[in-house]
């Protein structure tokens, strides 16, 4: 099993910065991909990003350049910076962690942080 914290969120005023956080803790393979998800009130959760056991950072097409993720592979962590932050950015935001194993990947998700705007 792995384990996953989050931290992080909160109410954050138009134009505010945040940084979310999120450990891995357990049976963590050598292959693995962390990434950050949202979901927006009554909308499906959409990726915004991954981070990969071998240093690779990629983003969803639809993330726009106010989103920065970065991790660390000692730590076992994934970060996610957002600056600029709009009211549509208002969601609960997502860890995942998918470690590779002899039978495949396994995918594990965090609890959940939330993140408010105010319009």
């Known amino acids: 099993q792995v384990q996953l914290v989050e931290s992080g969120g909160g109410l954050v005023q138009p134009g505010g910065s945040l940084r979310l956080s999120c450990a891995a803790s357990g049976a963590i393979s050598s292959i693995y991909v962390m990434g950050w998800y949202r979901q927006a009130p009554g909308k499906q959760r959409e990726l915004v990003g991954t981070f990969t056991s071998g240093g690779t950072i990629t983003y969803a097409d639809s993330v726009s350049g106010r989103f920065t993720i970065s991790g660390d592979n000692v730590q076992k962590s994934v970060y996610l910076q957002v600056n600029n932050l709009k009211p549509e950015d208002t969601a609960v935001y997502f860890c995942?962690?998918?470690?590779?194993?002899?039978?495949?990947?396994?995918?594990?998700w965090g609890q959940g942080t939330q993140v408010t705007v105010p319009g």
């Open positions: 995942n962690f998918r470690r590779w194993s002899a039978s495949g990947w396994n995918n594990y």
